[in-house]
């Protein structure tokens, strides 16, 4: 057995030297006083000959038991401070991928529009290259841990956080999430897969997901939504709106405040866009994108606006040519689009389609069988009661599951909900 996790960061030796510092630091102080007072009171027991001395202070003896413990207390808390600033330093080179919780699974989306999700899923990243995790939770606060990089984060609805690892060492690595969630938040386990930087690319390029990118999506939605009316793309060019050249990690002034802009910055401009009116620029001129975009799709702008300039260029030029017409849904028949919602929608993280148990039923088969629920009643799972499940989950759980799903109620249209029945009653 391991006491101490595999040391595979940049960081981890340091961060192992300070941890080890604390707790030598604990167990001097806790053996010398535990230690005196039990002493003390075997020898001076009550009615015992040897009696206390009567002492009226010692200024030497307080000087240093107040000096002392005060600087050591200062030493490690500048190492404390200077770690963290080294554990959330974040290369400008990095590889920046997203991070998303929910219960109970997490999710990992790459640049190029790669994902991996569900039971165990695998966050593949090359040695020796920094990484950038932007973590976030679609329900409930989770945690997002790597003992190995000894990094560890708060996964936060509606929030953007951080995480930055060099990973040091090929290997698999244990992920956890280490906030509590729920009735399976043990089970809400990852693998980091650490990579030499050729095999990575291999793997990043392989299976050319059903995806599509956040680059991708969210300069869709740039056009479709209208953005570029008023914010341009070029160097200064400026329109209604600022333009988005050169936006990462700018300063702005808003109010009279200086603001760096970041993804949390750009989230909250989109939603409540009129608290954020930069300095020269009208207010009141920007709708609010509040309950417009569905939680993927707010991702993918934010991710669009901050990163086209970074962006591979193939990406965009894929934008303007084949990829177009490969997110024209219309042309997919409704079992290939209820596919790409299966994915989106995240049903995959709890539906197999093996045959397997996750947390929901698999969805193999399951078109037309007979379905026994926890109160002792049972159906024909037809296309009524599929369509029940998704908008009302709850309501009837088939015996060995718990009520663990999101009602998906006005989340989608009626078409896309059609699709998604029509998806399932394909997987025979
Ligand atoms: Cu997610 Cu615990």
Redesign the pocket.
């Not at 999430?177 to 969630?181: A, G, R, S, V």
């Given at each position: 057995m391991k006491i101490v996790p595999d040391k595979a960061s940049t960081i981890a030796n340091f961060f192992d030297a300070v941890n080890l510092g604390v707790f030598l630091a604990s167990l001097f102080f806790t053996v010398a006083i535990c230690g005196t007072m039990v002493w003390f009171a075997f020898k001076y027991k009550a009615g015992r000959q040897t009696q206390t001395p009567r002492i009226y202070g010692n200024n030497t003896l307080e000087i240093i038991w107040t000096v002392v413990p005060t600087v050591v207390v200062i030493i490690l808390g500048i190492l404390g401070v200077y770690l963290r600033e080294k554990m959330f330093e974040i290369q400008p080179n990095s590889l920046t991928i997203n991070v998303v919780?929910w219960?109970?699974a997490w999710e990992f989306q790459y640049p190029n529009g790669k994902k991996t999700s569900g039971q165990n899923a695998e966050l593949v990243v090359p040695l020796g290259h920094p990484v950038k995790l932007i973590v976030t939770s679609r329900d409930v606060l989770?945690?997002f841990f790597i003992p190995a990089m000894r990094v560890k984060q708060d996964a936060v609805p509606g929030q953007y956080k951080y995480l930055t690892f060099t990973p040091t060492k090929v290997g698999e690595f244990p992920v956890f999430?280490?906030?509590?969630?729920g009735t399976r938040?043990s089970l809400?386990l990852a693998r980091l897969k650490v990579v030499p930087e050729q095999e990575f690319k291999v793997w990043l390029e392989s299976k050319p997901s059903t995806q599509v990118s956040p680059v991708f999506l969210g300069r869709k939605l740039y056009s479709d939504l209208g953005c570029n009316a008023c914010h341009s793309l070029k160097e200064g060019e400026r329109l209604v709106g600022p333009s988005f050249y050169g936006l990462k990690g700018s300063v702005r002034e808003i109010k009279g405040q200086k603001v760096e802009v970041d993804e949390n910055y750009v989230r909250e401009s989109i939603l409540y866009p009129n608290q954020f009116v930069v300095e020269g620029f009208q207010a009141n001129v920007m709708p609010s994108y509040l309950g417009r975009l569905s939680d993927e799709e707010l991702d993918a702008l934010v991710y669009f606006v901050l990163n086209f300039l970074e962006a591979p260029s193939e990406e965009l030029v894929k934008v303007s040519l084949e990829q177009e017409e490969k997110m024209d849904l219309a042309s997919l028949s409704p079992v290939e689009r209820g596919k790409i919602l299966y994915e989106q929608k995240a049903c995959i993280g709890c539906h197999s389609l093996d045959g397997s148990k996750l947390v929901g039923p698999s969805f193999k088969n399951l078109y037309g069988s007979q379905r026994k629920f926890q109160d002792g009643t049972s159906a024909i799972a037809d296309e009524e009661y599929l369509k029940a499940s998704i908008l009302y989950p709850n309501k009837n759980i088939v015996e060995g599951y718990v009520a663990a799903m999101p009602s998906y109620e006005g989340q989608l249209s009626d078409e896309e909900l059609n699709d998604i029945i029509e998806f399932i009653k394909a997987q025979k």
């Open positions: 919780g219960k109970w989770h945690s999430c280490t906030e509590y969630c938040h809400m």
